[in-house]
């Protein structure tokens, strides 16, 4: 079941000035930033209430997050909800008729287990399904 929108990801040319402006807007700090391999991101999360804002910079030209702004900009890259079931989620999905980018959980930041949805099966949004 999916349950609440676990996170916004954001993509960003530049992690370093994106976390001092989101900084200056939030007035809190950010987490550690987590580099990951397997999607070639950078990340960092600000945290503001129940709510989490991620921020991801790609880490080499063929990451997904390049080419993203490569095509679109800088901007809304995803939204992010959260399941207490991934693998469970994922097949009704499937089942449902949406297309899957990953038919198997990735491992996101904070461990999280991951998964993306075509963004043309979804009206135009990247969806990524996760489970703590
Ligand atoms: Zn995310």
Do not use: W
């Amino acid at each position: 079941m999916i349950n609440k929108i676990s996170h916004l990801g954001i993509a960003v040319k530049d992690l370093k000035t994106a976390s001092e402006m989101y900084r200056k807007l939030f007035q809190t700090e950010p987490s550690e930033m987590e580099h990951i391999e397997e999607q070639k991101v950078n990340v960092v999360k600000f945290t503001i209430g129940q709510s989490t804002i991620e921020l991801l910079e790609g880490t080499s030209e063929d990451s997904p997050i390049c080419r993203f702004i490569e095509k679109k900009g800088e901007g809304i890259h995803h939204i992010a909800y959260e399941s207490d079931n991934i693998n469970i989620e994922l097949n009704r999905l499937e089942n449902d008729g949406f297309e899957l980018i990953n038919n198997k959980p990735l491992t996101g930041s904070d461990n999280m287990l991951i998964a993306f949805v075509k963004p043309k099966s979804i009206g135009g949004v990247l969806t990524e399904i996760c489970q703590h």
